[in-house]
């Protein structure tokens, strides 16, 4: 299992520039998750983990989450969307990524926050998918390939809407998609080769900037990370950098059910 992403010192400049074009918005530090099981808000450190939240801003402020899935789902370790988006039809379409941002490992992967998934043995691989630790994974992400950074929090009732998700079954369609979370769908209706669409995925609308104050972040005493020992890590699954899934392999079978 795999957090996504690609890196390279590039992407530093590229951060900083967007910095430069929208400096409002690159201190917005809490966002709201507009999803079809519920709204919630995310804290983000912007000072303490910079380059990482301005990355994800940049995916925000582009509208490039918008129709995204949750795509992947394992019980008491992570939530994790980011990189598919579902526009009413079949094949999933990969979010286009901007370059790679560098890792900033500075807290640790306790329950509640959000970190960025990468690619297997580049620490700066981070592009557009992220994850909610639904636990604390401090001993197996904090270490693992250069530590997972996590840049923001869930605030208020935020992870009853997390836990939601999280309790759905998940079925393995390959690929990408093997512990994928659906709705309104059961063994049987897997079993039975039944579509999968919009009454089934886990969609969020949109992610958008809900409070812009500097520094809102400043009252917030995440822990620091703590270097752990080496275990399996979140799944980033790449789809490519645009475009449409491949009907064979990430979301072939699916496609057979909802064209069945």
């Known amino acids: 299992m795999n957090p996504r992403i690609s890196g390279r010192s590039a992407c530093l400049a590229v951060l900083l520039s967007t910095a430069s074009v929208l400096p409002q918005i690159s201190n917005a530090t809490v966002v709201e998750f507009q999803t079809v099981m519920g709204t919630f808000e995310v804290n983000l450190y912007d000072n303490a983990t910079p380059e990482t939240v301005a990355n994800f801003l940049n995916y925000v402020n582009n509208g490039r989450y918008s129709n995204s899935i949750i795509h992947r789902s394992v019980p008491d370790f992570v939530v994790q969307g980011g990189g598919f988006i579902y526009n009413n039809v079949l094949p999933l379409e990969s979010v286009t990524t901007f370059d790679p941002v560098v890792n900033e490992p500075e807290f640790a992967n306790v329950r509640g926050t959000i970190a960025m998934a990468k690619l297997g043995g580049d620490p700066n691989s981070a592009t557009s998918q992220w994850f909610f630790n639904l636990a604390d994974n401090t001993a197996g992400l904090d270490g693992q390939n250069g530590g997972f950074t996590v840049f923001g929090e869930v605030v208020g009732d935020g992870m009853d809407v ?85 009907l064979f392999g990430l979301f072939g079978l699916l496609l057979v059910r909802l064209r069945r």
């Open 162 to 246: 997390i836990d939601a998700i999280a309790a759905l079954d998940v079925f393995n369609f390959g690929g990408a998609v093997v512990t994928i979370p659906l709705r309104n769908y059961t063994a049987a209706d897997f079993a039975n080769n039944e579509p999968v669409g919009a009454d089934q995925l886990v969609t969020i609308s949109a992610i958008v900037v809900s409070d812009s104050t500097v520094d809102s972040a400043a009252g917030l005493n995440p822990p620091a990370n703590t270097a752990g020992q080496v275990v399996t890590p979140p799944v980033a699954n790449s789809g490519g950098g645009g475009g449409s899934i491949g």
